[in-house]
């Protein structure tokens, strides 16, 4: 491995993601095992900008490994789009001597972590830190398990009044651009449909599916929205298919950022660390302008451009399953 590295930075941006903190623990410790110093930028690449970093040490990473959130914070940063934002946050990393940055983010932290790479001699990993597992490059993205087990509660509970009253639930959860987090909670939960963006949507066949349903005698029902899906989210699908059938009594959940929030699982902790230490490894490497990522249970390396194209493949045959077991 190079000896020539000595000083690294990581930040937090965009949505918060549970795992983001044992990530965080990770890159500090294993970089301090590789005699590196430190440094953690608070609000993302508005601190980058703004001068906003605190050293990093053994202490600072304590009993945070089963903490949700990101003890770094996170935020926007319109400024840093520019060039003279980047300016700045180049200038800042300069001050204090820092030469690379790892960034713990999705597809938009990765485009802009790239401009800025190009840019500046200024090495970059990127971590794929979102709940919505929406990257190449990747097989899990470091909260997507837990925040898919949060789903799966949620639905549990709703389903217990659901069969109480007679109710048909929609229930809405994230993923604008992908249904991972539906389709798998969908499966899990044993819900009548799952409605994603990645497939037409049609209201003739939901209202059919559930007539056929309600003809086996079904009293409840669960039908989970990605909040994406063409039809416009759980609201306007429920209004939609009300006009067509009035089987059931019918009720919208929106689970909103619940799904963000918590301790993270297991996997997500064992995710985070695995790819902590991968990311201080493939620097002293030399590796640039590059995402670590897990598929097949082995750490590989994507360049960041491939892994922020967001158009990662959703396994279409989850959907068949869906549509089987949904009887």
């Known amino acids: 491995m190079s000896t020539q590295l000595k000083k690294v930075a990581i930040l937090t941006s965009g949505g918060d993601s549970p795992g983001m903190n044992a990530c965080i623990r990770a890159l500090v410790r294993s970089g301090i095992y590789y005699s590196l110093e430190m440094w953690g930028v608070v609000r993302g690449y508005d601190g980058l900008i703004q ?15 089963n903490r949700g959130g990101t003890i770094l914070k996170s935020a926007r940063s319109e400024e840093f789009r520019t060039e003279a934002g980047m300016d700045k946050a180049y200038h800042q990393l300069k001050q204090r001597g820092i030469e690379a940055l790892v960034v713990i983010g999705g597809d938009g932290s990765f485009r802009g972590a790239f401009h800025f790479s190009n840019r500046y001699d200024i090495k970059v990993i990127g971590l794929p830190g979102t709940i919505d597992n929406d ?47 539906a389709l798998h909670a969908g499966i899990a939960a044993g819900c009548e449909d799952i409605l994603i963006p990645e497939t037409k949507t049609s209201i003739d066949d939901l209202v059919d ?16 929205v990605a909040e994406g899906d063409e039809e416009g989210g759980a609201y306007e699908i429920a209004r939609k ?29 064992v995710l985070a660390s695995r790819l902590g230490v991968a990311a201080i490894e493939g620097l002293l490497e030399g590796k640039n302008r590059m995402m670590a990522g897990l598929i097949n249970n082995q750490v590989v390396f994507t360049p960041l451009t491939q892994a922020a194209k967001n158009s990662s493949s959703l396994d279409h045959d989850l959907f068949r399953i869906s549509k089987i077991l949904s009887i």
Request: charged residues 25%.
């Open 135 to 181: 990257l190449n490059g990747t097989d899990f993205t470091i909260g997507y398990d837990t925040a898919t087990n949060t789903v799966v509660d949620c639905i549990d509970k709703i389903r217990d009044t659901a069969d109480a009253h007679n109710r048909l639930f929609f229930i809405e959860v994230m993923g604008r651009d992908a249904g991972y987090i």
């Open 51 to 65: 001068g906003d970093y605190q050293p990093m040490d053994l202490r600072s990473v304590s009993n945070i490994i």
């Open 241 to 269: 298919v009300q006009a067509q059938f009035d089987g059931y009594e019918m009720k919208v959940t929106i689970l909103g950022h619940i799904q963000r929030g918590g301790s993270p699982s297991c996997f997500d902790r």
């Open 209 to 224: 599916n559930l007539k056929k349903g309600r003809s086996r005698n079904k009293t409840s029902g669960l039908v989970i």
